[in-house]
Nanobody
Framework: HVRLVESGGGSVQAGGSLRLSCVLS???????IGWFRQAPGKEREAVAG????????YYADSVKGRFTISRDNAKGTMYLQMNNLKPEDTAMYYC??????????????WGQGTQVTVSS
């Protein structure tokens, strides 16, 4: 079992930045750790992820060039730096850990979520 605790959400105006943090504990070696988001009335979608073995990353097309995922292994913490935020980025953001960076049904561990709201 992996425990994930997010922080860093908030409200910003379009064009602004936020950094989300996720503290991970437990055994997640070999997993993809990353971020999904869910807007009201929409399905949860993958945003970004990084494989703990190899370090390859995944980004949704909608966030490429604006969001950056990173890790601090010493602190057991993962970050999502979000720049040039748009109103369509408004959603609940969830930290995730599991075999897949992109497929929700394969994610085996979720955080509680942190809200990001971007106003125009």
């Amino acid at each position: 079992h992996v425990r994930l605790v997010e922080s860093g959400g908030g409200s910003v105006q379009a064009g602004g930045s936020l950094r989300l943090s996720c503290v991970l504990s437990g055994s997640y070696g070999g997993y993809c750790i990353g971020w999904f988001r869910q807007a009201p009335g929409k399905e949860r979608e993958a945003v970004a992820g990084v494989y703990t073995v190899g370090g390859s990353t995944y980004y949704a097309d909608s966030v490429k060039g604006r969001f950056t995922i990173s890790r601090d292994n010493a602190k057991g913490t993962m970050y999502l730096q979000m720049n040039n935020l748009k109103p369509e980025d408004t959603a609940m953001y969830y930290c995730s850990a599991g075999p897949s960076c992109q497929t929700q049904v394969l994610v085996t561990n979720w955080g509680q979520g942190t809200q990001v709201t971007v106003s125009s």
